[in-house]
């Protein structure tokens, strides 16, 4: 993608990545931003990555563990993730995530995410 562009969530396909985790997304030249739907009870499991991730909660509350470190996180607030820090993410209720990630989610792009889909 180059040169701005009116991105809207309600025209990009939901992509179901397991039964409690929906995900929506798009890619610029250097980030990928994504849309998680987390109903309650959905797990990321702990992974990590070479990205930079950045988390607003929009609707919810999820618990981040980042390390071995645990937060509670509500809507407003914004979390950090550097790169290569183990994390997983569980869903306290319903919950929506804006997830921006800097480079290019290549992973995510070729659908190599198995961490994410259960299928380790």
Excluded: C
Aim: glycine residues 8%; negative net charge; charged residues 25%.
């Amino acid at each position: 993608m180059t040169g701005p562009h009116d991105v809207r969530w309600d025209d990009l396909p939901v992509e179901q990545v397991n039964a409690l985790i929906g995900r929506q997304m798009f890619h610029t030249e250097t980030m990928t931003v994504a849309r998680i739907l987390l109903e309650k009870g959905g797990v990321v499991p702990r992974h990590h990555h070479v990205h930079e991730q950045v988390s607003t909660v929009i609707e919810g509350r999820l618990r981040f563990v980042l390390g071995d470190e645990e937060l509670l996180v509500e809507p407003g607030q914004t979390l950090t993730i550097p790169s290569e820090l183990p994390h997983e993410v569980e869903a306290l209720e319903t919950s929506v995530v804006l997830d921006v990630f800097s480079p290019v989610r290549d992973d995510w792009v070729r659908g190599d995410d198995a961490y994410l889909r259960g299928e380790l």
